[in-house]
């Protein structure tokens, strides 16, 4: 099983900063990585796909990047709606995997 | 509009048997792979099971192998979990998830219910 590991941990950022988020997968996933969002009491939703896509409605701050073992989540300029939990999901080998989650919070 | 119910959770002691139902609609059931995930509380996502479109293709995650089933009825427009051997870590909520893109195989969980909460305990 592909093991995901997400950093940090915790995020404290202010509105209106740039948020960097990372994921580092255990093996290749290629690009088949995707990133998720879920705030307290929702389900979670779906931002990026295949590493870089943009779901549809995720609003363009939101952008993904990276291949292979190492990719990032970045916020360009945190909205106060963007304090959430946010996980990465890998889904090139079965069983699909999650990371751990980073927790945006205000700083 | 995308609607995803999920109903059947509840407590059930160690051991015991519960079956979790989804009903979706608003849009084409029977061209989408559909998944299982759920969170135990307080904790990060954990994907159960997925299925494509035909039930030809499915898959577990090894926590739960030899004991959930998954299954769908497309004349239904409903996805299943059977739960058999529940145990106290099979505690989450479950949630039913579509797949991102028609007639494949279980790939990205792309729209979620709110889910249905299984406890177990004696």
């Known amino acids: 099983e592909i093991v995901l590991t997400q950093s940090p941990a915790t995020l404290s950022l202010s509105p209106g900063e740039r948020a960097t988020l990372s994921c580092r997968a255990s093996?290749?996933?290629?690009?088949?990585l995707a990133w998720y969002q879920q705030k307290p009491g929702q389900a979670p939703r779906l931002l990026i796909y295949d590493a870089s896509n943009r779901a549809t409605g995720i609003p363009a701050r939101f952008s993904g990047s990276g291949s292979g073992t190492d990719f990032t989540l970045t916020i360009s300029s945190l909205e106060p709606e963007d304090f959430a939990v946010y996980y990465c999901?890998?889904?090139?080998?079965?069983?699909?995997?999650f990371g751990p989650g980073t927790k945006v919070d205000i700083k | 509009e995308v609607q995803l119910v999920e109903s059947g959770g509840g407590l059930v002691q160690p051991g015991r048997s519960l079956r979790l139902s989804c009903a979706a609609s608003g849009f084409t059931f029977d061209d989408y792979a559909m998944h299982w995930v759920r969170q135990a509380p307080g904790k990060g996502l954990e994907w159960v099971s997925g299925i494509s479109w035909n039930s030809g293709s499915i898959g577990y995650a090894d926590s739960v192998k030899g004991r959930f089933t998954i299954s769908r009825d497309n004349a239904k427009n409903s996805l299943y979990l059977q739960m058999n051997s529940l145990r106290a870590e099979d505690t989450a909520l479950y949630y039913c998830?579509?797949?991102?893109?028609?007639?494949?195989?279980?790939?990205?969980?792309?729209?979620w219910g709110q889910g249905t909460l299984v406890t177990v305990s004696s």
């Open positions: 093996q290749s996933v290629s690009s088949y």
């Open positions: 999901q890998q889904r090139s080998n079965w069983p699909q995997t």
């Open positions: 998830a579509k797949d991102l893109a028609a007639a494949g195989i279980p790939t990205i969980p792309a729209f």
